[in-house]
């Protein structure tokens, strides 16, 4: 069983952030009738599905409805979101008996307006936090800052999100980070600040790595774009190595796919089969040494 199936509702975003490169594919959005036919499919092979990829899914028209087709299916749900809109939809999250986790990327605020109140963005994610603990203590909550050893400017914007977290919780924030070895610092219960370097998305522009690498990709998730079309792995943002599509096809065949067959043992003896895994400097990271 996977950990998770990345199911992008949506590849329209309403922030641009220098952590997401820019969307090339058409704007999509999935219809309800395809997210529970691709739902149905993902609830046995994963452990919970997350609803993003690219795009921001709080925006999607009809969050609301995707919400109500996770609980009547009792889908375990985790969600990603930029959390500018989370005003407009913390009823419904409250009211969720399926959300597990939810990420709130609060670096992307500054990247979009660096010169508003960061404050006023940030109030209705912490209110929602404490209300959501509130109704539902188990589910938790990450404040992603997946921007460390950018460039000072950087980490004095870090500076100002730990000052808010603390006046709010009535803290103290550990400013030492070991990404390598820890990643998250529970601020509150079930509150957390999660720490990740800036990395590159893979790209055909970026050196060629070579064969050797593994990967989680097939092992612990996978990707299903708006449009239907599987992917491998969460960074694989414009389908460069489509696998078939869930709106077609069975997803738990696709699985059983020559090629995914075929990567999953590359991985196994640390192998890299696709040519665009060799253009990927996340795997690295997996890289013992």
């Known amino acids: 069983m996977l950990d998770r199936i990345f199911i992008e509702i949506s590849n329209i975003c309403n922030l641009q952030c220098s952590f997401c490169p820019v969307v090339e594919r058409d704007n999509k959005v ?62 419904v999250l409250l009211k969720s008996k399926v959300l597990r986790q939810i990420n709130f990327s609060i670096q992307s605020y500054k990247d979009n307006f660096p010169n508003r109140d960061f404050y006023t963005y940030l109030r209705p994610i912490l209110d929602f936090s404490r209300e959501l603990n509130e109704v539902s203590p188990e589910t938790y909550v990450n404040y992603r800052l997946w921007n460390l050893g950018r460039n000072e400017q950087i980490m004095e914007e870090n500076e100002e999100v730990f000052q808010i977290l603390e006046r709010f919780y009535d803290i103290e924030v550990n400013r030492r980070t070991q990404v390598e070895s820890i990643k998250s610092k529970r601020i509150w219960n079930r509150v957390y600040l999660h720490f990740d370097t800036h990395f590159d998305w893979p790209s055909w522009d970026l050196p060629n790595q070579g064969e050797i690498g593994r990967c989680h990709a097939l092992k612990s998730h996978i990707g299903i774009h708006a449009d239907g079309t599987v992917v491998p792995c969460c960074l694989d943002k414009e389908c ?14 696709i699985l059983k796919s020559d090629r995914a067959i075929a990567m999953r043992e590359g991985f196994d003896n640390n192998k890299r089969v696709e040519e665009f895994c060799k253009h990927c400097t996340y795997i690295n990271r997996f890289q013992k040494s």
């Not at 529970?36 to 993003?52: F, I, M, N, R, T």
């Open 240 to 253: 460069q190595i489509p696998l078939g599509n869930a709106f077609e096809q069975d997803l738990a065949g």
């Open 30 to 91: 999935m219809g309800p009738e395809d997210f529970e036919k691709v739902l149905k499919q993902a609830k046995p092979l994963a452990k919970q599905v997350c609803l993003h990829l690219m795009g921001e899914p709080l925006a999607h028209p009809n969050f609301v409805k995707m919400m109500e087709i996770c609980e009547e299916n009792n889908v375990p749900v985790q969600i990603t979101t930029n959390g500018v809109v989370i005003a407009n939809r913390k009823e």
